[in-house]
């Protein structure tokens, strides 16, 4: 690749500028997509996330649905449902590109490799008769608990070097995803998902959260399996940091005085701080009627935990598994400089995952102010208004209008007749769009500046088009 760090930063300037003077969210998609795309040489080295790995996603819903199995039939249905609708499975996608982007890099690959041939990662580590044991007495026609299938085995061929651990975990991180957007559904009372009927709205809250309960045991069970200390540690947290986030989120974003969680890898760094949130000077620092950088860090906290998270150690997970974790036995027999290369690897796939997980929320909460719901196939249109929350766009429009009453309209959560139609109108009067564009562009740049630590490949171009179709997607 030819484009380094000067020719991002300058682009990245030039994005900033153009979108202070944005019109639209189409002005914006429009000078996103100029930046991103470069002179024609760089562009034409980019590639559809979906040539490199159309063909490990495609087996990726079958092999779920097997993991899914259920005795119940009421649980087997709503632990399948999100599945049947086609997404855009962006968080496997992640895994599965940056696999093929390092494997191969680490000194241990090789022993890696050899490992992972095979089934073991749908062995039980414990006897069936435990891990499957039924209740004699039960009346009820299916087993209170149903094993979990064995699936095909994978055999890696000559043509994918993806290793039947990290398939596993491409699954595992869709399985956390879906189980979350089970769980938030029933929190957001939405009606609908994917553009369909929600699963709330089609089997009750009951069974939404049961189902999304399955989904997330399911999921333990099959990183239990991976046999990897590091990994498994790495996923856990993740589903620890949904809930974190979404308790956040719960939380009224108007006091100044909200915890903010001690994540340290959320926190928003001094220069994010001082780009995007004083270096505008429409509200003095300090004034008690705009916001805070305190909240503003809030909210960058909440997405991480929400959205961003998954992806960050997921990717970082799959390097894990492709031999550059630090802490497996093969990692004490490398010597300095192979341990740093690892080390530089692992890293590298978390801020990627990291960056492109914010970029891809702050686009969601750009999108809610402009996509149709017909579009976006969720409630749009201000829907995050409607549940009392206050996102960038917001943030940044009570800033640079403090003496409206849009303080008065976060605090109070827009719960009074004609709160949301102000606060839209607000925003859209406000370069609060322009400015949470140009955020989620810092973050991309972020994310693009990490692939440069990895060697050029088909999969490391297309994590590149898959940052730009995240940044300038319509849905």
């Not at 968080?91 to 090789?110: F, Q």
């Not at 709205?201 to 049961?210: A, C, D, R, T």
């Not at 750009?366 to 766009?393: V, Y």
């Amino acid at each position: 690749m030819a484009w380094r760090g000067r020719a991002w930063r300058a682009s990245s300037a030039a994005f900033t500028r153009c979108t202070r003077s944005a019109s639209s969210w189409s002005d914006v998609v429009t000078t996103a997509k100029k930046v991103m795309a470069g002179d024609g040489a760089e562009a034409s080295m980019t590639r559809d996330p979906l040539e490199v790995v159309g063909q490990d996603l495609s087996s990726l819903r079958h092999n779920i649905a097997t993991l899914l199995g259920s005795g119940h039939p009421s649980l087997d249905r709503i632990a399948k449902y999100y599945f049947a609708a086609e997404g855009k499975h962006v968080r496997p996608m992640i895994v599965l590109l940056m696999c093929k982007a390092t494997n191969g890099l680490s000194a241990t690959w090789h022993t890696q490799r050899t490992a992972a041939v095979g089934e073991h990662v749908d062995i039980p580590m414990t006897r069936a008769s435990v891990l499957n044991d039924a209740n004699p007495s039960a009346v009820h026609p299916h087993a209170p608990v149903a094993a979990a299938p064995r699936t095909t085995p994978y055999v890696p061929t000559l043509q994918s070097t993806i290793l039947p651990t990290q398939r596993r975990l491409a699954e595992i991180t869709e399985m956390i995803h879906v189980a979350s957007l089970l769980h938030d559904d029933v929190i957001d009372e939405s009606p609908l998902r994917r553009g369909a009927p929600s699963a709330p709205s089609s089997f009750g809250n009951k069974l939404s959260i049961l189902g999304g309960d399955f989904l997330l045991g399911r999921a333990s069970i099959a990183l239990a399996r991976l046999r990897d200390p590091e990994v498994t540690e790495l996923m856990s947290t993740v589903i620890a940091n949904l809930v974190e986030g979404e308790v956040m989120q719960l939380k009224s974003m108007a006091s100044d005085q909200v915890p903010v969680t001690d994540v340290q890898s959320a926190r928003p760094s001094a220069e994010v701080m001082e780009r995007f949130w004083h270096a505008y000077d429409q509200a003095p620092p300090g004034r008690d009627d705009a916001p805070s950088a305190a909240l503003f860090a809030f909210y960058l906290q909440k997405t991480y935990l929400k959205t961003a998270s998954l992806m960050a150690k997921s990717a970082r997970s799959a390097t894990v598994l492709g031999g550059c974790g630090t802490w497996s036995n093969q990692f004490a027999s490398m010597t300095a400089d192979e341990r740093a290369s690892a080390a530089a690897v692992c890293d590298a796939a978390y801020t990627f995952g990291r960056n492109v997980g914010i970029s891809f929320q702050l686009v969601d909460d750009l999108l809610d102010f402009h996509a149709t719901t017909e579009a976006f196939g969720k409630p749009s249109g201000g829907a995050d208004l409607k549940l009392g929350l206050a996102t960038a766009p917001v943030l940044y429009a009570w800033q640079q209008y403090p003496d409206s009453n849009l303080g008065a309209l976060v605090q109070r959560r827009f719960a009074q007749p004609g709160d949301v139609e102000q606060a839209l109108a607000l925003v859209h009067k406000s370069d609060g769009l322009q400015r949470t564009a140009a955020l989620a562009r810092y973050h991309a740049d972020t994310a693009q500046q990490a692939l440069l630590a990895l060697p050029p490949s088909d999969a490391r171009a297309a994590l590149e088009k898959l940052n730009h179709q995240i940044i300038t997607r319509a849905r």
